[in-house]
């Protein structure tokens, strides 16, 4: 079992329109809602690929009870959520069928008050406790009220309970969370560059493990993804760039890595996993799905190259 938490969910609502216009009327030509926020995306690839998933984190009002409608209808995940006075936030992607491009329009959380942080804190423990958890992942950004700190408490938690844990986050919560020394970390380039300070990815990964990080798995957006282990360090893409909606490829790619440790597979294989669901997501309407013939082609041709061990100054070995 693999334990998610999305301290900020959403209701994920995407409109697909003909051309995006400004300043104009749509007439939108369909609608999906999905349990959204990075965390619950995941648990529901997890449960696509046949792990079983609890769900945790915040939810509340008329928009967090229709979330847990349809997350109850999602085969594989057990909801776990804490319930809140505030309402859950939704999210809503527009996706321009003309040119495959998305404007993604994300609300504000909720305000979560102290003792609901310390209601959610307390279950959290209890969920850690699970004789058959496999792992946690800490997915997405903190609602107001939620202590900046919060990712670093939960990263501790878990490695004090022996669970290897994720971290994917951004800003400061991503830097505090990291001095825990969570066992991976998954930004895309920007967030590892605001971390850093360094552009270049394979540069800014090893940097990101000097920091905190056991593992650095860095989204290179339609160029795959990189992961710098202790024992050394690979790079994987697509035979060729997927058009469509990307929302939510990144959180297929967390799943993937998530999957292939449950699985004990080797590095290479996680990756060239991850990889492969993140492009079949973007073939998906809808964030937390992916393109099943489109993920199991892409997984037998996608390239895994090494680019080297880590040195002990946390550097990329000559050549490499």
Known sequence: ???????????????????????????????????GGKGLNVARVLAALGHRAVATGFVG????????????????????LVPIAGSTRRTIGVVDAASGDTTQLNEPGPTVTSAE???????????????DLQAV???????PGVPVGAYAHLVRGARGAGVPVLLDTSGEALRRGLAARPDLVKPNTDELAGLTGFTEPLRAAHDARKRGARTVAASLGADGMLVVTAEGGWRAAPPTRIAGNPTGAGDSAVAGLLSGLAERLPWP??????????????????????????YDELLSTIKVTETGKVTETGSPEPGS
């Open 269 to 294: 294989d996680r990756l060239a996993r991850a990889v492969a669901l993140s492009a079949a997501t973007v073939r998906s309407p809808a964030a937390g799905e992916f393109d099943r013939p489109t």
């Open 117 to 131: 942080w310390d209601a959610f804190a307390t279950a959290y423990a209890g969920l850690l406790g699970g004789p």
């Open 137 to 143: 992942a800490l997915c997405g950004s903190l609602p």
């Open 61 to 80: 009002g008329a928009t967090g009870a229709a979330l847990r409608e349809q997350l109850a209808a999602v085969e594989g995940v057990e909801d776990a």
């Open 1 to 35: 079992m693999i334990l998610t938490v999305t301290l900020n969910a959403a209701l994920d609502i995407t409109y697909a329109v003909p051309r995006l216009l400004a300043h104009s009327s749509h007439r939108v030509t369909r609608v999906t809602e999905r349990p």
